[in-house]
T-cell receptor, first 115, second 116 residues
Framework: AQSVTQLGSHVSVSEGALVLLRCNYS??????LFWYVQYPNQGLQLLLK??????LVKGINGFEAEFKKSETSFHLTKPSAHMSDAAEYFC?????????????FGTGTRLQVTL | DAGVTQSPTHLIKTRGQQVTLRCSPK?????VSWYQQALGQGPQFIFQ???????QRGNFPDRFSGHQFPNYSSELNVNALLLGDSALYLC???????????????FGPGTRLTVL
C-alpha cells in the first residue's frame, strides 16, 4: 500500500522568502505524485503532478517540485512567497493511471506568510 | 468549461438520519471519486465509480453507499449518521482513457456535513 508523509504541519515564511514544503512517499510500484492546495472553506486545486516524465515539475503560481526516487521525496518549492500563497497544501500519491487511481493524501501542511 | 460541482454546500443533520450528497463531474469526465476530509486532516478515499459501478472502495463501512448515473453524475449516501461523520465531503472527477487525463483528479468545492 502507498502512503505519504508531510513533515511539518505548519510552516511560516516571510513574504519574498523561499517556500519549502516536504513530502516523502512510500510505494511498492512507480508512483504518480501530486500537490494540491486548499484555501479556507474551498475544495482542492491541483498545483502540479509527476507522472513519470520529467523529474522537475513546474506547476501553477510559480510552484515546482522535484521527484527524487533515491530519497522517495517530492518536495514543493517556490522561490519567493506571496501573501496569497497562505493556504493548506496536500501531497498525494496514486499508483497508476486509469480508473483505479485512488489518491492517498498526507495530513497537510499549513503555510503562513508574514510581512 | 464547467468544473466539478457539488450540492448542497452545507448540510446539518442529526444522529441516525440519512443524507444524500450530489456531484456533477467536469465536462468530458466519466469517473467520480468521493473523499471524506475531517477537520484538520487530509482527504480519505471513500469509493470510486466508473460505468455506473463501484470500482474501488476505501476503508469505510457499508453505511456509505453511492451511485453513478448514465450522465456520469454521482450521489453519496450515508445512513445512520454518527457524530464522527461530520466532515467536508469532496467529489473528484477524472477523464476517460481517450482524453489522456485519467491520471489527474479534479475536485469540487465540497459539501460540509455537520451531524448534531
Amino acid at each position: 500500500a502507498q502512503s505519504v508523509t508531510q513533515l511539518g504541519s505548519h510552516v511560516s515564511v516571510s513574504e519574498g522568502a523561499l517556500v519549502l514544503l516536504r513530502c516523502n512517499y512510500s510505494s511498492s510500484v512507480p508512483p504518480y505524485l501530486f500537490w494540491y492546495v486548499q484555501y479556507p472553506n474551498q475544495g482542492l486545486q491541483l498545483l502540479l503532478k509527476y507522472t513519470s516524465a520529467a523529474t522537475l515539475v513546474k506547476g501553477i503560481n510559480g510552484f515546482e517540485a522535484e521527484f527524487k526516487k533515491s530519497e522517495t521525496s517530492f518536495h514543493l518549492t517556490k522561490p519567493s512567497a506571496h501573501m496569497s500563497d497562505a493556504a493548506e497544501y496536500f501531497c498525494a500519491v496514486s499508483v497508476g493511471a486509469g480508473t483505479a487511481s485512488k489518491l492517498t493524501f498526507g495530513t497537510g501542511t499549513r503555510l503562513q506568510v508574514t510581512l | 468549461d464547467a468544473g466539478v460541482t457539488q450540492s448542497p454546500t452545507h448540510l446539518i443533520k442529526t444522529r441516525g438520519q440519512q443524507v444524500t450528497l450530489r456531484c456533477s463531474p467536469k465536462s468530458g469526465h466519466d469517473t467520480v471519486s468521493w473523499y471524506q476530509q475531517a477537520l484538520g486532516q487530509g482527504p480519505q478515499f471513500i469509493f470510486q465509480y466508473y460505468e455506473e459501478e463501484e470500482r474501488q472502495r476505501g476503508n469505510f463501512p457499508d453505511r456509505f453507499s453511492g451511485h453513478q448515473f448514465p450522465n456520469y453524475s454521482s450521489e453519496l449516501n450515508v445512513n445512520a449518521l454518527l457524530l464522527g461523520d461530520s466532515a467536508l465531503y469532496l467529489c473528484a472527477s477524472s477523464g476517460p482513457l481517450t482524453s489522456g487525463t485519467t491520471d489527474t483528479q479534479y475536485f469540487g468545492p465540497g459539501t460540509r456535513l455537520t451531524v448534531l
